[in-house]
């Protein structure tokens, strides 16, 4: 076989590769859009109001990146990668974690008197999760600020030789779409929680298991 024949079967090749990745995140974020509309939320307290409100930003986020690598919009995809994981921990932490003078300061003045990362302490400590976000942030913080505010891993991922064009690291692609996968199914799964709806926790589990399997090749069992 030549090169030009290698090389347009490896194209290809990924081409099916993404469609099929791609199609399991459009199907997943579906269902957990169906599945959370018409929910009621009978919000307790600004604690509920606030925290259901990012939740359900963060699942924009998450349909919008999907969106965007379907389009072969990459930089504003790898741009909303901060905020979907940003909203996501901070809506986590406002449930979880805040106090009621944090909330009053988030409504009245807009800011956060804790910093992402002692946020994402008190979040993985409170729900005992495994420091799986905390080395999420470790290991791509910096990249994803660069992404988003246009920074040099932004810029590079434009220049190809002695053209602008995009430059497709199709690994990286895949992580971005199951993050967002990830992260919209843990949000989903908050909402519930959340909520007053009855019979959905086989349905959270479901698509939690698909996530599982998809990104990370396990069974969550």
Not at 94 to 101: F, K, R, S, V
């Amino acid at each position: 076989m030549t090169f030009f024949k290698k090389f347009k079967k490896q194209t290809l090749l990924n081409i099916l590769r993404r469609m099929k990745k791609l199609k399991h995140a459009q199907l997943l974020l579906s269902q957990i859009n169906h599945e959370i509309d018409g929910v009621a939320f009978e919000s307790k307290d600004e604690r509920d109001r606030v925290s259901g409100a990012l939740f359900d930003t963060v699942l924009d986020h998450a349909n919008a990146i999907i969106v965007l690598i379907e389009n072969n919009i990459y930089s504003s995809a790898y741009a909303l990668v901060r905020p979907l994981f940003e909203g996501f921990v901070r809506a986590t932490w406002l449930l979880n974690c805040a106090t009621y003078d944090d909330i009053e300061l988030l409504i009245e003045k807009d800011k956060f008197r804790k910093a992402f990362g002692e946020m994402l302490e008190c979040i993985e400590e409170k729900k005992a999760w495994p420091k799986t976000l905390a080395k999420a942030k470790q290991n791509a913080w910096n990249a994803m600020h660069s992404y988003t505010h246009g920074g040099l891993h932004q810029i590079s991922r434009k220049i190809k030789s002695a053209s602008i064009e995009p430059v497709i690291d199709e690994e990286e692609i895949d992580e971005i779409i199951c993050f967002a996968e990830l992260i919209g199914t843990l949000s989903f799964s908050a909402m519930i929680e959340m909520s007053t709806a009855s019979g959905k926790d086989s349905v959270v589990e479901r698509i939690t298991e698909s996530v599982s399997k998809e990104c990370f090749n396990k069974s969550v069992k």
